[in-house]
Every structure is written in structure tokens, then in C-alpha cells.
T-cell receptor, first 115, second 111 residues
Framework: DTEVTQTPKHLVMGMTNKKSLKCEQH?????MYWYKQKAKKPPELMFV???????INESVPSRFSPECPNSSLLNLHLHALQPEDSALYLC??????????????FGDGTRLSIL | GEDVEQSLFLSVREGDSSVINCTYT??????LYWYKQEPGAGLQLLTY?????DMKQDQRLTVLLNKKDKHLSLRIADTQTGDSAIYFC???????????FGAGTTVTVRA
């Protein structure tokens, strides 16, 4: 069982749709992360939030918009996505943002398909 | 080139031991992790080792670290069908927040 919960598990959307991915953790972690993972590849970091503030944006296109409403929740708002954005989107959390020993705990992801 | 390298595939018979290897390039790597990803699931943190350690054992899992050769291995004893998954080696460094992953090793357990 994962302590990081992501919803929905699957999402199919058109290129003109607007949707949101949600992530929740109740471990008291203050750092939260969004990753994108293509099939058979390692996860690629997209965003890092530390104490509810955006800390890192790995040059992600503006059609992806993160939001951290509180210390337990992390959202990823999607708009005007492209077919190449189809992937597994993983959320993770850690006690604090690194450096140092900050193991990241991952959710099961949202599998996103863009039509 | 890649900071963390792994072989891509491993096939092992049920009941045998599996050994998954990983090499890393940065000597300032401080923490090394093994994650497991089953089909359709996220990443599960299996174990980790600090760079000042040589070995760590946790039930069926043994992690060996050779700092001189920058080589990390994960041994799974008595491999079961439930161990079939992709295993990612990952590192963090003392001066960086980022978790750097290897390409992942797909382990297939055959009866």
C-alpha cells in the first residue's frame, strides 16, 4: 500500500480539454514532487514544492501548471496537452527537500492518454 | 553520458538468487537507493545505503557498495514470481537535491 495517493488512476482527454491530477500525502512531508514517466523509462522530474512553495521547475511547458494548496495536497493542472504528453504521472513526497538523506515516497501514478 | 548505469534485463529462475548491478559516476554520491516498479504501479522504495557503508541486509535483500569502483548491487535471495518488476538504482549527492535514476533493470522470474 502506498502512503501517497493519486487520483484519478487513469485519464483520457482530448487536446482541448482541461483536467487536473491530484496527489495527497499524510506523512507530514514538506516536499512534494511531480514526475513524468514514459514506458520502460525512469521518471523525469517536472516540479518540486517545498513548504508549499514552488522550488524547482525543470523547464516544463506552461500547459502543465502545478499547485500546492496545502502541505498535504499537490495538483497538476493540464490544458491543451499534446499526444506526446501521454505518460504515467507520478507524485512523490519526502520529509524535506534535499540535499541530504531525503528518500522519496511515490504514489501509483495517473496514466494519462491524450487523444 | 548517464550518471547512473544499469543493465537492462535479467532473467532468473524461481528460487535462485538475483543480482542487479548499477554503476555511478559521481564520487560525491552520498545516498544510493533501490526502487521497484511493478506493472501498472508507482515506485516502491526497497532499500537504501549510505556511502559510508559497504553492505546492508534487509530480509531477502542485500545491498553491496564498492566505493572504489562506484559499483552498487542488489541481491534478492530466493527469488519469487512477485519479484518480477523493473528495478531502478538511484542516487542523491551531498550538494544536490535531485534523485538521479538509472535506466532500470527488468527482472523476469521464470518457473
Amino acid at each position: 500500500d502506498t502512503e501517497v495517493t493519486q487520483t484519478p488512476k487513469h485519464l483520457v482527454m482530448g487536446m482541448t480539454n482541461k483536467k487536473s491530477l491530484k496527489c495527497e500525502q499524510h506523512m507530514g512531508h514538506r516536499a512534494m514532487y511531480w514526475y513524468k514517466q514514459k514506458a520502460k523509462k525512469p521518471p523525469e522530474l517536472m516540479f518540486v514544492y517545498s513548504y508549499e512553495k514552488l522550488s524547482i521547475n525543470e523547464s516544463v511547458p506552461s500547459r502543465f501548471s502545478p499547485e500546492c494548496p496545502n502541505s498535504s495536497l499537490l495538483n497538476l493542472h493540464l490544458h491543451a496537452l499534446q499526444p506526446e504528453d501521454s505518460a504515467l504521472y507520478l507524485c512523490a513526497s519526502s520529509q524535506e527537500e534535499g540535499p541530504g538523506f531525503q528518500p522519496q515516497h511515490f504514489g501509483d501514478g495517473t496514466r494519462l492518454s491524450i487523444l | 553520458g548517464e550518471d547512473v548505469e544499469q543493465s537492462l534485463f535479467l532473467s532468473v529462475r524461481e528460487g535462485d538468487s538475483s543480482v542487479i548491478n548499477c554503476t555511478y559516476t559521481d564520487s560525491s554520491s552520498t545516498y544510493l537507493y533501490w526502487y521497484k516498479q511493478e506493472p501498472g504501479a508507482g515506485l516502491q522504495l526497497l532499500t537504501y545505503i549510505f556511502s559510508n557503508m559497504d553492505m546492508k541486509q534487509d530480509q531477502r535483500l542485500t545491498v553491496l557498495l564498492n566505493k572504489k569502483d562506484k559499483h552498487l548491487s542488489l541481491r534478492i535471495a530466493d527469488t519469487q514470481t512477485g519479484d518480477s518488476a523493473i528495478y531502478f538504482c538511484a542516487e542523491t549527492r551531498s550538494n544536490d537535491y535531485k534523485l538521479s535514476f538509472g535506466a532500470g533493470t527488468t527482472v523476469t522470474v521464470r518457473a
